[in-house]
Protein backbone atom coordinates (compact mmCIF):
# COMPACT_ATOMS: atom_id res chain seq x y z
CA UNK A 1 0.00 0.00 0.00
CA UNK A 2 1.51 3.87 -0.95
CA UNK A 3 1.54 6.04 1.13
CA UNK A 4 -1.41 8.74 2.07
CA UNK A 5 -0.33 12.31 1.69
CA UNK A 6 -1.28 15.19 3.88
CA UNK A 7 -0.74 18.56 3.66
CA UNK A 8 -1.55 21.32 6.33
CA UNK A 9 -2.03 24.83 4.35
CA UNK A 10 -0.82 27.80 6.68
CA UNK A 11 -0.56 31.52 5.25
CA UNK A 12 -2.00 34.71 6.30
CA UNK A 13 -6.00 35.50 5.09
CA UNK A 14 -5.86 36.12 1.32
CA UNK A 15 -2.91 34.59 0.65
CA UNK A 16 -5.38 31.67 -1.54
CA UNK A 17 -5.40 28.64 0.75
CA UNK A 18 -9.13 27.77 -0.16
CA UNK A 19 -8.39 28.47 -3.93
CA UNK A 20 -4.57 26.20 -3.70
CA UNK A 21 -6.03 23.56 -1.52
CA UNK A 22 -9.55 23.23 -3.75
CA UNK A 23 -6.85 22.92 -7.62
CA UNK A 24 -4.47 20.52 -5.51
CA UNK A 25 -7.21 18.28 -4.04
CA UNK A 26 -8.70 18.34 -7.39
CA UNK A 27 -5.12 17.10 -9.12
CA UNK A 28 -4.47 14.33 -6.20
CA UNK A 29 -7.79 13.23 -5.85
CA UNK A 30 -8.25 14.01 -2.03
CA UNK A 31 -10.58 15.69 0.17
CA UNK A 32 -10.15 19.12 0.82
CA UNK A 33 -11.20 19.75 4.48
CA UNK A 34 -11.65 22.99 6.56
CA UNK A 35 -12.23 22.92 10.22
CA UNK A 36 -15.27 24.50 9.63
CA UNK A 37 -16.68 21.96 7.83
CA UNK A 38 -16.11 18.93 9.99
CA UNK A 39 -17.62 21.08 12.75
CA UNK A 40 -20.62 22.07 10.69
CA UNK A 41 -20.97 17.75 9.27
CA UNK A 42 -20.47 16.47 12.69
CA UNK A 43 -23.04 18.26 14.25
CA UNK A 44 -25.67 18.03 11.13
CA UNK A 45 -25.10 13.76 11.32
CA UNK A 46 -25.28 14.50 15.48
CA UNK A 47 -22.33 12.44 16.12
CA UNK A 48 -20.99 11.94 19.52
CA UNK A 49 -18.35 15.00 19.00
CA UNK A 50 -20.80 16.52 17.08
CA UNK A 51 -22.95 17.13 20.05
CA UNK A 52 -20.20 17.75 22.10
CA UNK A 53 -19.46 20.90 19.83
CA UNK A 54 -22.86 21.75 19.12
CA UNK A 55 -23.28 23.12 22.87
CA UNK A 56 -20.64 25.20 22.36
CA UNK A 57 -21.09 26.66 19.12
CA UNK A 58 -24.66 27.31 20.07
CA UNK A 59 -23.12 29.06 22.98
CA UNK A 60 -20.44 31.42 20.69
CA UNK A 61 -17.63 29.45 22.23
CA UNK A 62 -14.76 28.55 20.66
CA UNK A 63 -14.71 24.53 20.19
CA UNK A 64 -11.44 23.26 22.63
CA UNK A 65 -8.77 22.38 20.89
CA UNK A 66 -8.96 18.74 22.57
CA UNK A 67 -12.42 18.22 21.15
CA UNK A 68 -11.76 19.89 17.75
CA UNK A 69 -8.33 16.98 17.45
CA UNK A 70 -11.41 14.40 17.76
CA UNK A 71 -13.20 15.58 15.61
CA UNK A 72 -10.08 16.19 13.13
CA UNK A 73 -8.86 12.30 13.82
CA UNK A 74 -12.39 11.42 12.96
CA UNK A 75 -12.70 12.76 9.48
CA UNK A 76 -9.46 11.78 9.02
CA UNK A 77 -10.11 8.06 9.19
CA UNK A 78 -13.04 8.57 7.02
CA UNK A 79 -12.79 6.21 3.83
CA UNK A 80 -12.49 9.20 0.94
CA UNK A 81 -8.79 10.16 2.70
CA UNK A 82 -7.29 6.80 1.64
CA UNK A 83 -4.77 8.65 -0.71
CA UNK A 84 -4.84 11.65 1.56
CA UNK A 85 -6.29 14.92 2.67
CA UNK A 86 -5.80 18.88 2.75
CA UNK A 87 -6.37 20.46 6.12
CA UNK A 88 -7.23 24.02 5.85
CA UNK A 89 -7.68 26.19 8.75
CA UNK A 90 -6.04 24.25 11.36
CA UNK A 91 -3.79 24.78 12.91
CA UNK A 92 -4.38 28.79 14.16
CA UNK A 93 -1.84 28.35 16.91
CA UNK A 94 1.12 26.55 18.27
CA UNK A 95 -0.70 24.50 20.90
CA UNK A 96 -2.40 22.96 18.03
CA UNK A 97 0.06 22.78 15.99
CA UNK A 98 1.44 20.52 18.83
CA UNK A 99 -1.63 18.55 19.66
CA UNK A 100 -1.58 17.63 15.36
CA UNK A 101 1.63 16.78 15.56
CA UNK A 102 0.93 13.91 18.21
CA UNK A 103 -2.37 13.05 16.21
CA UNK A 104 -0.10 12.84 13.29
CA UNK A 105 1.80 10.26 14.71
CA UNK A 106 -1.19 8.16 14.68
CA UNK A 107 -1.46 8.02 10.88
CA UNK A 108 1.97 5.83 10.13
CA UNK A 109 0.94 5.61 6.62
CA UNK A 110 0.96 9.42 5.96
CA UNK A 111 3.23 11.42 4.74
CA UNK A 112 2.93 14.94 5.33
CA UNK A 113 3.71 18.53 4.78
CA UNK A 114 3.15 21.87 6.48
CA UNK A 115 3.01 24.16 3.14
CA UNK A 116 2.74 28.16 3.80
CA UNK A 117 1.81 30.67 1.32
CA UNK A 118 4.05 34.19 1.82
CA UNK A 119 2.06 36.72 0.61
CA UNK A 120 3.37 40.45 1.39
CA UNK A 121 0.77 42.10 3.76
CA UNK A 122 -0.18 45.12 1.26
CA UNK A 123 -0.70 42.39 -1.43
CA UNK A 124 -3.04 40.70 1.15
CA UNK A 125 -5.10 44.14 1.91
CA UNK A 126 -5.21 44.54 -1.73
CA UNK A 127 -6.92 41.22 -2.77
CA UNK A 128 -9.27 41.21 0.49
CA UNK A 129 -10.83 44.93 -0.57
CA UNK A 130 -10.97 43.81 -4.14
CA UNK A 131 -13.06 40.78 -3.84
CA UNK A 132 -15.94 41.95 -2.42
CA UNK A 133 -17.43 41.02 0.71
CA UNK A 134 -19.09 43.98 3.27
CA UNK A 135 -17.16 43.12 6.05
CA UNK A 136 -13.64 43.23 4.25
CA UNK A 137 -12.92 46.68 4.97
CA UNK A 138 -9.39 48.32 5.76
CA UNK A 139 -9.48 47.86 9.56
CA UNK A 140 -11.00 44.70 9.51
CA UNK A 141 -8.72 43.40 7.54
CA UNK A 142 -5.72 45.33 9.36
CA UNK A 143 -7.09 43.74 12.92
CA UNK A 144 -7.40 40.15 11.03
CA UNK A 145 -3.53 40.57 9.57
CA UNK A 146 -2.68 41.41 13.19
CA UNK A 147 -4.54 38.26 14.70
CA UNK A 148 -2.42 36.41 12.02
CA UNK A 149 0.84 37.56 13.06
CA UNK A 150 0.44 37.25 16.44
CA UNK A 151 -1.59 34.13 16.71
CA UNK A 152 -0.77 31.67 13.86
CA UNK A 153 2.48 32.92 12.47
CA UNK A 154 4.25 31.30 15.24
CA UNK A 155 3.13 27.88 13.80
CA UNK A 156 5.52 28.66 11.12
CA UNK A 157 8.38 28.63 13.62
CA UNK A 158 7.05 25.50 14.90
CA UNK A 159 7.03 23.76 11.60
CA UNK A 160 10.47 25.49 10.50
CA UNK A 161 12.31 24.23 13.88
CA UNK A 162 10.90 20.72 12.70
CA UNK A 163 12.42 21.15 9.35
CA UNK A 164 8.52 20.31 8.12
CA UNK A 165 8.12 23.97 6.60
CA UNK A 166 7.77 24.67 3.04
CA UNK A 167 7.28 27.82 2.05
CA UNK A 168 6.41 28.93 -1.53
CA UNK A 169 6.07 32.34 -3.01
CA UNK A 170 2.30 32.88 -2.89
CA UNK A 171 1.97 36.16 -5.12
CA UNK A 172 2.58 34.33 -8.26
CA UNK A 173 -0.40 33.13 -10.84
CA UNK A 174 -2.46 30.71 -9.39
CA UNK A 175 -1.09 28.24 -12.15
CA UNK A 176 2.30 29.07 -11.00
CA UNK A 177 1.70 28.72 -7.52
CA UNK A 178 -0.32 25.60 -7.90
CA UNK A 179 2.85 23.80 -9.92
CA UNK A 180 4.94 24.66 -6.55
CA UNK A 181 2.40 23.00 -4.55
CA UNK A 182 2.30 19.93 -6.69
CA UNK A 183 6.49 19.58 -7.16
CA UNK A 184 6.76 19.96 -3.06
CA UNK A 185 4.09 16.91 -2.60
CA UNK A 186 5.54 15.15 -5.51
CA UNK A 187 2.56 13.87 -7.74
Same mark, same amino acid.
Given at each position: ?????????????????????????????????????????????????????????????? =? +? #??? $?? &????? %??? !?? @? *?????????????????????????????????????? =? +? #??? $?? &????? %??? !?? @? *?????????????????????????????????????????????????? %?
Amino acid at each position: MSKRIGVIFLGPPGSGKGTQAQRLAGTLQIPHISTGEILREAIAKATPLGQQAKSYVENGDL =V +P #DSL $LL &DLIRE %RLQ !QE @D *TEKGWILDGFPRNVAQAAFLEELLQEFTDTVWYAINLE =V +P #DEV $LI &DRLLH %RGR !QD @D *TVETIAHRLEVYHKQTEPVLGYYRERNALHSIDGHRSLDEVTDSLTAIVG %R
